[in-house]
């Protein structure tokens, strides 16, 4: 579907963006990191400023940020998203009119702050993302931010991060067990491995 979006609406580039996010699900990253690549080139200046801008660069943040967790970053362009996203933090993203809402900016912020290594600063919006999201009921969204947490304790690993980080990934394993979706699944499997490797 956004394959056909994308090619009958070249003039619609926030289409292109959403498949980004898609490709990183469907295990596609060079394709993800293809399209990053295209929109940065000029600073994501192509993306007009409309009604689909907001939710298009949310969507290119959780690519970039995803990259980053499954250690392909683009600092570049992750240094250039923050700084676009950042004025949104207390807000959430919406695509359209409603059609979809990805919870709290504050969780795609934490993934691009993460992508730059600034780990503090990556729990910092992951936390204020799990209270947002769990404040609306947004549950995927509640384990998105959970997981990604996670995953900057596991980077930044000070003392007491990797049992936070465990438990972490425990809540959210719980929570998925009971909605499903394999786009939080895969996440939580890769975090796991990453466990038993600090773990020794």
Do not use: K
């Amino acid at each position: 579907m956004l394959t056909e979006l994308v090619a009958g609406s070249p003039d619609v580039p926030a289409w292109l963006a959403a498949r980004a996010v898609a490709d990183i699900d469907l295990a596609r990253q060079e394709s993800a990191e293809s399209i990053v690549d295209s929109f940065a080139a000029d600073g994501f200046a192509r993306l007009t400023r409309d009604w689909l801008w907001l939710s298009a660069i949310g969507h290119l943040a959780d690519c970039c940020a995803d990259l980053a967790f499954l250690n392909r970053p683009q600092p570049e362009a992750a240094a250039q998203l923050y700084q676009l996203l950042q004025p949104y933090a207390d807000r959430c993203v919406v695509l359209a009119h409603g059609v979809l809402c990805t919870g709290a900016a504050a969780r795609q912020l934490g993934g691009l702050a993460a992508a730059l290594g600034r780990y503090d600063t990556a729990i910092q919006h992951f936390e204020a993302a799990t209270a947002s999201n769990r404040a609306q009921h947004a549950v995927p969204w509640t384990v998105r931010a959970q997981l990604g947490q996670a995953d900057v304790l596991l980077r930044r690993n000070e003392p007491g991060d990797i049992e936070h980080a465990a438990a972490l990934r425990r809540e959210a394993d719980a929570t998925i067990a009971v909605i499903g979706a394999e786009g939080l699944s895969w996440r939580s499997r890769v975090l796991g491995q990453r466990l038993a490797v600090t773990r020794g």
